[in-house]
């Protein structure tokens, strides 16, 4: 059985926000604005995401 999945879009710059802020954006794979990313759907991936919420997009994959 395959492991959900979400696709995560940085739409905001990480430009003048905390360390803290811009280490989530990292360790989601985010590199670039416009960058998309699939991750696997876990609990930590998830607060990560929440943590962020301002600067990201997500969506779930089927």
């Known amino acids: 059985m395959a492991k959900k999945q979400m696709k ?11 360390a803290r802020h811009q280490a989530c954006v990292r360790g ?23 943590k962020v919420a301002y600067m990201v997009k997500c969506e779930e994959v089927a």
């Open 8 to 18: 995560v879009t940085l739409v905001r710059s990480m430009f003048g926000t905390g």
């Open 28 to 50: 989601l794979g985010l590199r670039r604005l416009h960058h998309s990313v699939l991750v696997e759907d876990s609990a930590a991936t998830r607060g990560m995401v929440r």
